[in-house]
């Protein structure tokens, strides 16, 4: 069973940068698609970005540009490096490691992330 540690949120002011990392536990980390996704007070979940096992990334409109993904297959942790925030980044941020051939499809615990002056 895969585990997926968040770390890295908190309290930021307008125009400022946090990165993200999400920690894997199990050795197979480089076959999965890595995702993070974020769910604000009363709307749902969406996604903001993601990277395949290939390296390939994805980016919501509203954050390209501003956020980067990233892995690191040896340390199994993938990465959000997240500037210019703008309060409306305010949310709980989830890291998400999915395998579709394999069936599999994991969530972390989420991060807080506030943006707010």
């Known amino acids: 069973q895969e585990q997926l540690v968040e770390s890295g949120g908190g309290l930021v002011q307008p125009g400022g940068s946090l990165r993200l990392s999400c920690a894997a536990s199990?050795?197979?980390?480089?076959?999965?698609?890595m995702g993070w996704y974020r769910q604000a007070p009363g709307k749902q979940r969406e996604l903001v970005a993601s990277i395949s096992s290939g390296g390939s990334t994805n980016y919501a409109s509203s954050v390209k540009g501003r956020f980067t993904i990233s892995r690191d297959n040896a340390k199994k942790t993938s990465y959000l490096q997240m500037n210019s925030l703008k309060p409306e980044d305010t949310a709980v941020y989830y890291c998400?490691?999915?395998?579709?051939?394999?069936?599999?499809?994991?969530w972390g615990q989420g991060t807080l992330v506030t943006v707010s002056s």
């Open positions: 199990e050795s197979i980390f480089n076959i999965y698609t």
């Open positions: 998400n490691a999915k395998s579709s051939p394999r069936g599999l499809n994991y």
